[in-house]
């Protein structure tokens, strides 16, 4: 009997579906009140991404009348977006801001001032803010001015004439980016609460003094999200820096995909604004709120409360495997790989490993690649100093990591400035792959020592991305690393290494070869087992592989965080297959390739990669995989990587058939949470 196709998920309500587990932190008792409204802020940062890279994708696909996108397709996701926008809100008004009102924190709206704080709103205004607002009045001589990705203006429409005896009755108010969103007012005028005024708010309440002689008859503030992706022609350009120079200053100018409005805001003022940006009905989304909530990260950060947050967590240092103080390279070189998981261990040590090597007279050689490291990077500084001591520095930098292109482009300047040999990769692909190669010379040889991992080089979201890192003195490891980083640099035609997997050459084939083999397993009768943890499942080709697989009587466990648009548990289709989520306090971000096609030791496979089962990352990008062979080491990943999370009772989400997610509830007295339970062996 044939088996019928299956009809996957869709991605875009996949991201949304995902977004939805993150907010549901914000509902949860057991977490603390400020990391309540964090989650709500994250939320917002995840879906302003989400309008500016994924839907006004799917909106370019619904235009180049394909097929592949439909305007059903656009309506039903632009639903969900609504929907989720609103539920969102709703939590941080009946949810969240009453309670932080209970421990006396509280936002304060103008009817909420008293006459004293009202005065010193006034003065603040007068002082910070008027000296930088600039009202224009639109007319023939003043069109509708320029507005910028995600900032915050405010329409207004005036009673009366201008000072010219005009009709002029819509004003545009621009407000600056440099001023705070969230401004807390001084403890002598609280009564010994912590009161804090938005912006917005205080510009709303002396709107009028904006226009001498005329009365605001309605206003709203307002905020467009544009598509933001950044396209440049790669095969038309002669440098790829300078094109991504030149493009970020039109980046924040892209197409209008959305517009936040207040829910207050009239009616005519909300057909004005969409009829500006050439913007339908459902592209306007009514807030009940502020209309950049990320910017309550400030409320956050400003607010004094301790107990409101989560106890702080310091990452351990790997004493046994790596003794503070010592020779990290002659660590490898004499005991073998050692195994990182972050943020439960500290990044320091792949610091320290660089750090060892530019002051090393030794080390000869240093490649790196740059994907995200910040604006500010101790790991690039060392890059910068190895150059200035001679040393052989070769940077592989990612200029298109989305939203990070300027913090890099800086970084490629700086290091070709001290004479590193800059390299942006292979035309076409992003490189993606976290690796870091060391050439030493040793009694008249050259050795390697090496660094892969599933995470950025960022000492920052190393404390809050759970991460695998693996240093390394493997010569056949280390040859295919730097076999790696001479064809990026060089071009030269691709030669497969002996234990790397790379994309887009031979990871994602090697991965259907995998699942192929335990789909022969499974027909056998053989043990057949696939357990993958990613953050995304949406390449077509794997997940039909799985399907395959599971059909046959494998067992399969997926544990991804975001986006999946493999639908598990239909009748006769997908029934071995179960998908879950965790969503913790930190972001689960490691990627575990885990595979067993009968019952010896040879017919096992598992793999940590930087690549997650998405055809970008497969098949247009450089990615790397590497297996873990040593029997310590492969335990130590499965036992910390995959089991604890395959038994979360607390953080987990088991995704159903129809896409939606309901969370995995244990016993309350019982129930599991596989981060807190690292984190305490850790502290152990």
Not at 351 to 379: C, F, H, N, W
Not at 513 to 524: D, G, K, W
Request: charged share 25%.
């Amino acid at each position: 009997m044939t088996v019928p196709a299956v009809p996957l998920l869709n991605r875009e309500q996949a991201i949304l579906e995902f977004n939805r587990r993150v907010l549901a932190q914000a509902q949860r008792s057991d977490v603390p009140l400020l990391e309540r409204l964090r989650y709500i802020c994250i939320v917002s940062s995840n879906l302003d991404e989400f309008f500016e890279v994924r839907f006004a994708d799917m909106l370019d696909a619904q235009r180049d009348g394909s097929g592949l996108v439909t305007q059903r397709d656009v309506e039903r996701v632009a639903r969900a977006a609504h929907n989720l926008i609103d539920e969102q809100y709703g939590i941080f008004n009946d949810q969240v801001m009453p309670v932080l009102r209970d421990y006396g924190i509280q936002i304060l709206n103008h009817a909420d001032r008293n006459e004293e704080q009202r005065a010193w709103v006034s003065r603040f205004f007068e002082r910070e803010v008027r000296p930088l607002l600039v009202p224009v009045g639109l007319d023939p001589a003043h069109p509708f001015p320029q507005v910028a990705n995600k900032s915050l203006h405010f329409v207004a429409r005036l009673s009366g004439k201008d000072a010219l005896g005009r009709d002029t009755r819509i004003a545009i108010v621009k407000v600056p980016r440099v001023l705070p969103r969230v401004i807390k007012l001084p403890p002598a005028i609280t009564g010994g609460k912590q009161c804090f005024v938005l912006l917005t708010s205080v510009i709303r309440a002396h709107l009028e003094n904006l226009f001498p002689g005329r009365q605001v008859e309605a206003f709203s503030q307002f905020r467009v999200t544009r598509d933001s992706d950044l396209e440049v022609d790669e095969e038309e350009i002669a440098n790829l820096r300078h094109a991504l120079r030149s493009g970020l200053t039109t980046r924040h100018f892209g197409r209008a995909v959305r517009i936040e409005v207040v829910n207050t805001c009239p009616e005519e003022l909300s057909r004005f604004l969409l009829e500006q940006f050439a913007l339908p009905e459902a592209a306007l989304y009514r807030v009940n709120g502020p209309v950049n909530l990320v910017r309550l990260i400030e409320l956050i950060d400003q607010t004094d409360a301790d107990e409101l947050r989560f106890q702080p967590y310091e990452p351990s240092w790997p004493v046994g495997r790596l003794p503070r103080g010592k020779s990290i390279l002659d660590k490898l070189r004499t005991k073998g790989d050692v195994l990182l998981h972050h943020p439960f261990e500290s990044f320091d040590p792949v610091v320290q490993m660089l750090r060892e090597a530019v002051d090393d007279p030794d080390v000869l050689a240093i490649k790196q690649t740059i994907y995200r490291t910040g604006s500010q990077s101790v790991l690039a500084d060392l890059l910068i100093e190895a150059a200035r001591r001679g040393k052989e520095v070769l940077a592989v930098v990612e200029l298109k990591a989305r939203f990070d292109e300027e913090a890099n482009i800086n970084w490629a300047e700086r290091l070709e400035a001290v004479g590193a040999q800059v390299v942006y990769g292979i035309v076409g692909l992003k490189t993606h792959a976290k690796l870091m190669l060391i050439t030493r010379r040793e009694g008249g040889k050259l050795r390697r020592y090496g660094h892969l991992s599933t995470g950025n080089y960022n000492p920052k979201t190393a404390r809050f991305y759970t991460d695998l890192g693996y240093l390394t003195a493997d010569p056949e490891l280390t040859a295919d690393m730097d076999l790696v980083f001479r064809q990026l640099a060089s071009l030269s035609k691709f030669k497969a290494p002996k234990k790397l997997l790379l994309a887009p050459f031979n990871l994602h084939r090697t991965m259907c070869e995998l699942l192929s083999l335990v789909e022969e397993a499974a027909r056998r009768g053989e043990p057949a087992r696939v357990v993958l943890k990613i953050n995304s499942l949406t390449d077509g080709e794997l997940i039909q592989a799985l399907i395959q697989a599971g059909q046959a009587g494998a067992r399969i466990d997926l544990i991804v965080r975001g986006a999946c648009m493999l639908p598990p548990g239909l009748p006769g289709q997908t029934d071995n297959i179960l998908i879950r989520s965790v969503v913790g306090r930190f972001l689960e971000h490691s990627r575990i390739f885990y595979f067993r096609w009968g019952k010896t030791d040879e017919q096992e496979a598992l793999y940590l990669s930087s690549a997650d089962w998405m055809s970008r990352n497969m098949l247009r990008r450089i990615e790397v995989a590497w297996p873990v062979l040593d029997p310590k080491l492969r335990q130590r990943v499965l036992d910390e990587g995959l089991t604890p999370y395959l038994h979360d009772t607390q953080d987990a989400w088991q995704l159903g058939p129809d896409g939606t997610s309901q969370r995995v509830n244990g016993d309350p007295t019982t129930s599991v949470s596989a981060q807190q339970a690292l984190m305490r062996m850790y502290a152990e």
